[in-house]
Structure formats: C-alpha cells, structure tokens
C-alpha cells in the first residue's frame, strides 16, 4: 500500500472553532491535495500543493487555508467550522513525472 | 458541462455477469485513472492509463485515445465488486478531473 495516511480519520466539531486535517506521505511526492466529497458532487478540490511552501486554491477554497513546510506533511484547515462543511475529506498524493496517484483513507468531519 | 462524463450513473448485476463502465473527456490529458470506493471507506487506485490496456485479475482497462474515452471491464463479477467506480483524469499540470462516479451492486 501506497504510504498516506490521514490525522484524525474522524472529527466532530463544534461550529465556530478551528480544525486541522493532516496527510502524511512517505513516497515523497510532489503534488498533494486536498478534496472534500459530498453526495451528488463528487471529489472537490480545496487547495493542492505542487511543493514545499507552493499552493494554490482549488474551486472550493472558500474557509479553508492549507501550509506545506515539509515534503510529507500537508495542512489542511478550517479557521472557523461552519455545518457546510461537514463533509468526508479526502487527501491525494501524485508523482510529478508519472502522474501516478494514490488517496488517503478520509477524514469524516462533522461540524455541530 | 464536465470535462468528465461517466456512464451508467447506477449499475446492478447478477454475480457472474460481465460488467462495462465508460468514461468520456474532453480535457487534453497525460493519463486517465480508475478508482474504486467501498461504501464509507478510501479511495483506491486501480489502473493509470495513457494508452491502450491494462489487466488486473478480473479487472481490465482501455482507453481510445483519438475519442477520448476509457472502458472499465469487470469479468465475472463478484459481490465484493460492489463499489462506487470513479474515473479520473489528468492534464500535464497535475490537475485531476472526476467523473461523478457509478455505484455497482452485484447481487449474488
């Protein structure tokens, strides 16, 4: 198995306050990103990261900020939970010359 | 209009049944991926393809090229196949493009 893993796999929060989603990696790979996934819209895009300290936002970047300050490690976090976005978050990882790719297991997220 | 497009939306089968999940895209890309979710758990890469076929036991994927399409085949399928499919692309860029994916139910 491909080494990610995502931190915490579950969260219940309550609106208002800070959370942070982790994804490690061990294959040291270039690109990682985070999506969240919600029934009847599939696999969004958050934030990605194409390096260490290089991100970009995704088409649903809107509450959320991310901080890459090593190759494995990539942030994702909401400043102040809202119940929109109580979702299943889903961290990816991708090797730049093959465009191989691998997923986390999630994060389910529920914001009370 | 997505850049992906899978078909059919929802698939039930027999067990043993021979199953055929397609994907169109209209986005240039470096390779075109398969990926299978079991209900409430990760998402797990099947295939990465650029060009012609792939085999994995029972699984087999093609992809066209020139029409921009991608077949994904399951022979003999099994209830343990039961999973959303989802197929998935990528331009030069590293950008992923998804289909909305296509819930199997193989019935024993």
């Known amino acids: 198995d491909a080494g990610i893993t995502q931190s915490p796999r579950h969260k219940v929060t309550e609106t208002g306050t800070p959370v942070t989603l982790r994804c490690h990696q061990t294959?040291?790979?270039?690109?990682m990103y985070w999506y969240r996934q919600d029934p009847g819209h599939g696999l969004r895009l958050i934030h990605y990261?194409?390096?260490?300290?290089?991100?970009d936002k995704g088409e649903v970047s809107d509450g959320y900020s991310v901080s890459r300050s090593k190759t494995e490690d990539f942030l994702l976090t909401l400043e102040s939970a809202t119940s929109s976005q109580t979702s299943v978050y889903f961290c990816?990882?991708?090797?730049?010359?093959?465009?191989?790719?691998?997923f986390g297991q999630g994060t389910r997220l529920t914001v009370v | 209009k997505n850049e992906v497009e899978q078909s059919p939306q929802n698939l039930t089968a027999q067990e043993g049944e021979f199953i055929t999940i397609n994907c169109s895209y209209s986005?240039?890309?470096?390779?075109l991926h398969w990926l299978q979710q079991h209900p409430g758990g990760g998402i797990v890469s099947l295939f990465m393809?650029?060009?012609g076929k792939k085999k994995h036991g029972r699984l087999i994927a093609t992809i066209n090229i020139q029409e921009k399409h991608s077949s994904l085949h399951i022979t003999a399928s099994h209830p343990r196949d039961s999973a959303v499919y989802i197929c998935?692309?990528?331009?030069?860029?590293?950008?992923?493009?998804f289909g909305t994916g296509t819930s199997l139910t193989v019935i024993p």
């Open positions: 990816a990882i991708s090797e730049y010359r093959t465009g191989e790719a691998f």
């Open positions: 998935a692309a990528t331009n030069t860029g590293n950008q992923f493009y």
């Open positions: 990261s194409y390096g260490v300290k290089d991100t």
């Open positions: 393809l650029s060009s």
């Open positions: 986005v240039g890309i470096s390779a």
């Open positions: 294959e040291n790979h270039r690109y």
